[in-house]
């Protein structure tokens, strides 16, 4: 290994698989994170580790760890002391932010966060929650619960869990009274750690790396061919953000167009760009996109 080194702890479980395949999205092979809890990475200044996300900001804060990859959410549950280096807008499931949710069943009574005084409620994200009720002045007992959260819903008064699409709740007959948090994936660094010139351009290239390939995921290119006399109705149709590239062709009447947009956008943009004239339109996906 280098003799500089960057320790990088990556998350075991839940978001370990969207981690690593953002890391080979940004270039980066990573080796026997399915086997082992110290994996192997093809950058010998960068030596991997595998912890659960909710201990990740303890053991950056400590030092154990010069960086790594958490949700906001276990920041604020830890009440942990890091330098937030970037947020990263990639879960497990979906490419949203995910909600701390406080639900009930159905059938329930209970409306607002207030309907809940004396009650009992089960949660992993205890101390945001225990916070949360505090600044609403209700006094409620807040459980940690060992995980199938939702399960424990008709058990207590209420429960707090996590949810990004809704439709584990909506599968146990569960309904939302508040969103207690919303919490994206974050790349967190040791302060001492930042203060370090090599550990602190190191982890800015990972961020710059792995942002661009979170952006490229929902970009596309475009390449198409166009008369010159068509050219003007064609620009016309494209992004008013996005600077096309124009390139002469060798047949001097056309000149090849070149853009990169959304790939939600791509989809509105083929048809009228055939009828303005262009032609030999094809789209690519793209690595990396870097602002």
């Known amino acids: 290994m280098s003799e500089s080194i960057l320790k990088l702890g990556i998350p075991k479980g839940s978001l370990q698989n969207a981690t690593v395949n953002l890391f080979e999205r940004a270039g ?7 086997r082992s ?11 991997l580790i595998l912890l659960r996300a909710q201990e990740m900001s303890r053991y950056v804060e400590a030092g154990v760890l010069d960086a790594g990859f958490t949700g906001y959410d276990w920041i604020m549950e830890n009440n942990s002391k890091v330098h937030e280096v970037c947020p990263l807008q990639y879960s497990k499931a979906t490419a949203s932010s995910a909600r701390w949710v406080l639900a009930v069943p159905n059938e329930s009574k209970v409306k607002k966060a207030e309907d809940l005084e004396g009650g009992i409620i089960a949660t992993e994200l205890v101390d945001v929650t225990r916070r949360y009720f505090k600044k609403k002045k209700v006094n409620v007992k807040v459980e940690f619960s060992w ?28 309904r939302i009274v508040d969103t207690i948090l ?11 750690a930042w203060k370090d010139s090599f550990k602190k351009q190191k982890i800015e290239s990972i961020a710059i790396l792995l942002n661009a390939a979170i952006d490229a995921k929902t970009m596309v290119g475009m390449k198409m ?4 006399r068509n050219l003007a109705a064609v620009l016309d149709l ?29 989809r509105e943009l083929i048809p009228p760009l055939k009828r303005a004239g262009a ?4 789209t690519y996906s793209l690595n990396k996109v870097i602002h």
């Open 28 to 34: 980066f092979n990573i080796f026997g994170a399915d």
């Open 37 to 47: 809890y110290f994996p192997q990475i093809d950058d010998p200044q960068i030596h």
């Open 147 to 174: 995980g199938a959260t939702e399960v424990k819903a008709r058990l207590v008064d209420a429960i707090v869990e996590l949810t990004e699409t809704g439709s584990s709740l909506r599968a146990n007959s569960l």
């Open 182 to 192: 919303t919490s994206t994936t974050r790349f967190i660094a040791n302060r001492q």
């Open 225 to 228: 061919n166009v008369l010159k």
């Open 238 to 266: 494209l992004p008013s953000a996005k600077s096309p590239t124009v390139s002469p062709l060798a047949d001097s009447e056309y000149v090849a167009v070149e853009i990169v947009v959304e790939e939600k956008v791509e």
């Open 279 to 282: 032609s030999g339109i094809i």
